[in-house]
């Protein structure tokens, strides 16, 4: 799943970001330099995510969230984690600051769950948790996620 990246491609710590939408557009930036996405399906993309924010509850609590995506425009399944400063607003009531994006082919449905629900459960984890929301070690980082 991760193995062909490096802990830096996938690991997006500390940035400042002002909404969804520009997370949004990170995110697709991040998949175009890892050669996940082509650039003219980033707006297909962005497009996917705002939609199934409208659709979807991807806020887990305690500044999580699991933006997620299955499209033919995918061309290998992945999980990024973005962790920002300043955290940005995502509902009325919540606001993330850390992030795991999974993007999956439209193929790998079981996959795109199965990394749903071991990254829901790590989430609840406090000691990993406290690395997802502390560490400056990415491949701390990504091992946890891996694991």
């Known amino acids: 799943m991760l193995n062909s990246f490096s802990c ?4 997006v710590l500390d940035i400042e970001l002002k909404d969804k939408k520009e997370l949004f557009e990170k995110i697709v930036e991040v998949a175009e330099n890892l050669d996940i996405i082509n650039a003219e399906d980033k707006n297909t993309i962005v497009e996917a995510f705002i939609k199934k924010e409208k659709n979807t ?3 887990l609590g305690n500044e999580y969230s699991i933006p ?5 425009k995918i061309k290998k399944h ?3 984690y973005i962790r920002t400063v300043n955290g ?3 509902s009325d009531d919540d606001k993330v600051k850390n992030i795991f994006v999974i993007l999956s082919k439209n193929t790998d449905r079981d996959l795109h769950i199965d990394t749903l629900m071991n990254i829901s459960k790590k989430v609840l984890s406090k000691k990993s948790s406290d690395i997802f929301k502390n560490s400056k ?4 980082i990504l091992s946890i996620i891996k694991s």
Do not use: G, M, Q
């Open 8 to 11: 830096d491609d996938l690991c």
């Open 68 to 72: 997620h995506v299955r499209s033919e």
């Open 57 to 59: 509850v991807t806020y």
């Open 137 to 140: 070690n990415t491949e701390e």
């Open 78 to 80: 992945c999980v990024i």
């Open 88 to 90: 940005i607003k995502w």
